[in-house]
Every structure is written in C-alpha cells, then in structure tokens.
C-alpha cells in the first residue's frame, strides 16, 4: 500500500469521526500525527473541519482548528474545475451552529 493510500484511509477515518463528532476519536487521530487537512492534490471531497462543522460538533470544530485546520477549505468534485460549495466557516453559519462558527472564526485568517 502507497503513502498516499494509506494517508487517504487515515484522513476518511478522521472524517468519519468528525462527522459522528467524535471528539475523542479525533483527539487521538491528531495525536497520533494524522494532518486536519485533506491534500487538494489528490483528495476532493469533504474536509473533517467542513463534516465537523456541519454537524455543530463544536469540540471536534476546536480541536481540528487548534491543530491548523482551514476553516476556509473548500471541497472540490475535479481539481480541473476548482471549488464548489462553500467554505468549512459558511457550511457552520448555514445550519445555524454558532457556537462552531465562532470557534472557526477565532482561528480563521480574516482582513
């Protein structure tokens, strides 16, 4: 098994438990050196930050931005054809998770 495969099944296990908001799970994956953020060369689906954060999930929202995820990662369907959707920070303020959103923007490199 390649590097990037194995680091593609570490990222979707960390995504899995993002989305379950599974803080403790995430804790220990991070721990254990798993980056917070997906690779755009080669991963072009949601980001643990954006299931985090759609889910209100605010521990796990504190924990991968402590770690330096991109609260503006935004997910693509193609790298030929760039972004669609909106950013971790906007998927938080869409369904009405404040307390995420302002985690994200504490950490969030805004002008």
Do not use: F
């Amino acid at each position: 098994m390649g590097a990037g495969n194995s680091r593609a099944k570490a990222l979707h296990r960390l995504g899995q438990l993002a989305r379950k908001g599974d803080l403790v799970g995430v804790q220990e994956a991070l721990a254990n050196g798993q980056p917070p953020d997906p690779d755009p060369k080669w991963y072009w689906s949601g980001s643990p930050l954006y299931y985090a954060a759609g889910g209100g999930h605010t521990g796990v929202v504190r924990a991968l931005c402590k770690a330096g995820a991109n609260v503006h990662w935004v997910p693509t369907d193609d790298p030929e054809r760039g972004p669609r959707g909106d950013s971790c920070l906007m998927v938080a303020i869409a369904h009405g998770h404040e307390a995420a959103a302002s985690v994200m923007l504490e950490h969030a490199d805004v002008d």
